[in-house]
């Protein structure tokens, strides 16, 4: 081949324009006319760490595969070689070809080829490992994408966008991670916006791309190549302190009701630890709406922690130890039983305001307080006297009689409901859920909880029946870990 010096001096004055900062030694490189004959051999930087290699060269400064533009054989005087090899996100070595040089004495024109090849091998076998590396897994894990991006912008962020848009050839045919926004990542925004133009664009009324990584684009982003994660409800009833549980009771589990929903605050506290030992996300009803709304993201597997009831064992002894790990939880409250002595012995609204209005240091709000309906029905049984219309007028009394009084006292709308007994969404009440489900949206509610057993899977299941996982009194804990991670 022959070696075309104008179309290769034209690219290295146009990498010496771009902002980079590079050793002396390979800025001469760069330079023909300032080679000089006792550059003798070369210099390869071996660099093992990603980030290094950004701050070192200032992210990627050379979008390279030089050997497009020119190919160096048969040239006895000289040459100048500098290639890219390889930038891989993980444990993989970055090495850096910056520069080889070699006067024409003591070297032949057969001995520059072999050392040619030899790199060209090395480049071949590196290439090999990232693409390897690219194929193995098509959606991510652990990493997701929370700040806009937009042209000019260098980071590891950076590097997540481009590797994304990578596994997609016709998105961006290119595929190089550099770390650097430039015109070939900006292209690829704007192939991946005008693709998937109906969750991305739309909203927003356009047409074409805007290559700007906002809010929907990293929303699609997400939910194409995060792996999804795992949501695990929490279904706690009444708590109790141990030296006051009748430990021959407490054992009979099923056999006796009397501890059946009742929990020790000693199991309480070991769930908090599991909780927090296995680094699980604790966050809210209102939290999972957002998440499934595509407006926020998981970074790993969540727990949603509720309190049906409003036992006054929730106040006495959960309020404290949720604040203490910092928890979110909601308390579903039944209405007509404040400031009432009874079964359930509930906290009062004085005591639900004080949760209510709760913030962490950091100014946040830990606890809500949701819906039980007023008088504790089975929603799913209509009464042999009712008519249809009775028995609609019935639930909705319920759900707004409940959530008018939780306004009145707390200041804030409740949002969710939890179905009590479960009553409505059990096999064969899907008809009666039909109903229940549409007087909740009517009345404004975003979600419903029940008492089916399941995760919740945070993008196709339905917010107005979400599944839970009962904490009973012989609950292992443990049982977290099989439902999110096995399951």
């Known amino acids: 081949m022959d070696f075309n010096w104008r179309s ?28 000089k004959a006792d550059n003798v051999g070369g210099i390869i930087k071996t660099i093992p760490e990603k980030n290094k290699v950004q701050n070192y060269l200032k992210i990627n400064i050379i979008d390279l595969n030089l050997q497009n533009y020119f190919t160096i054989l048969g040239i006895p005087k000289m040459f ?12 993989i070595t970055c090495i850096m070809i910056i520069g080889w040089a070699g006067p024409a004495q003591g070297i032949t024109v057969e001995e520059l080829k072999a050392r040619i090849a030899e790199l060209t091998a090395q480049l071949t076998t590196l290439q090999a490992q990232l693409a390897e590396l690219q194929e193995e897994e098509t959606v991510l894990t652990g990493e997701t994408l929370d700040v806009n991006l937009r042209y000019d912008d260098r980071g590891n962020d950076v590097i997540l966008l ?43 009324g356009l047409t074409v791309g805007t290559a700007f990584v906002g809010i929907t684009t990293r929303a699609n982003l997400n939910a194409l190549y995060v792996r999804n994660k795992k949501v695990l409800i929490l279904m706690y009833h009444g708590l109790i302190k141990d030296s006051e549980v009748d430990e021959e009771e407490f054992k009979k ?16 506290i070991n769930d908090m630890k599991y909780i927090r030992k296995k680094d699980y996300e604790v966050i809210s009803l209102y939290d999972l709406l957002e998440i499934k709304n595509k407006r926020k993201n998981l970074t790993n597997d969540a727990v949603i922690i509720t309190f049906d009831d409003g036992a006054k064992s929730q106040y006495d002894i959960a309020f404290s ?20 002595e009874g079964h359930f012995n509930p906290f009062n609204w004085e005591e639900a305001r004080e949760m209510a209005s709760y913030t962490n240091e950091n100014g946040e709000n830990l606890f809500d307080i949701e819906s039980h309906t007023h008088t504790h029905p089975h929603l799913g049984a209509k009464e042999e006297t009712e008519t249809d219309e009775q028995y ?17 006292e707390i200041n804030k709308t409740p949002r969710f ?24 949206k009517e009345c404004g509610y975003y979600g419903i909880r029940t008492s089916n057993r399941g995760i919740v899977d945070i993008f196709s299941d339905d ?19 099989t439902y999110l991670e096995l399951e």
């Not at 010496?16 to 006319?33: E, G, Y």
């Not at 409901?417 to 909740?440: D, M, Q, T, V």
């Open 80 to 91: 100048t070689f500098v290639k890219k090899i390889v930038v891989v996100a993980g444990s």
């Open 162 to 204: 481009q590797t994304w848009l990578a596994k997609d050839p016709e998105v961006y045919p290119e595929g190089l991670i550099t770390g650097w926004f430039g015109p070939l990542t900006q292209a690829a925004v704007i192939r991946f916006q005008e693709k998937y133009a109906e969750e991305v664009l739309d909203p927003w």
């Open 253 to 268: 589990g099923y056999e006796g009701a009397t501890y059946l929903y009742i929990r020790k605050e000693s199991q309480f």
């Open 8 to 35: 290769a001096i034209k690219h290295l004055k146009f990498i010496k324009k771009k902002p980079m900062v590079l050793p002396r030694i390979a800025m001469d490189f760069f330079n023909l006319k300032e080679y």
């Open 392 to 408: 609609q007028r019935r639930i909705q009394s319920e759900l707004q009689v409940s959530q008018n009084m939780i306004k009145k």
């Open 321 to 340: 130890i949720l604040k203490k790990y910092n928890f979110k939880a909601t308390f579903f409250v039944i209405t007509n039983h404040f400031n009432q």
């Open 417 to 440: 409901l939890a179905l009590p007994y479960g009553s409505g969404a059990k096999k064969g009440e899907e008809e009666r859920f039909s109903l229940i489900k549409k007087i909740a």
């Open 463 to 481: 917010m107005y029946k979400l599944n839970s996982l009962p904490i009973l009194n012989k609950t292992d804990i443990t049982s977290i870990k």
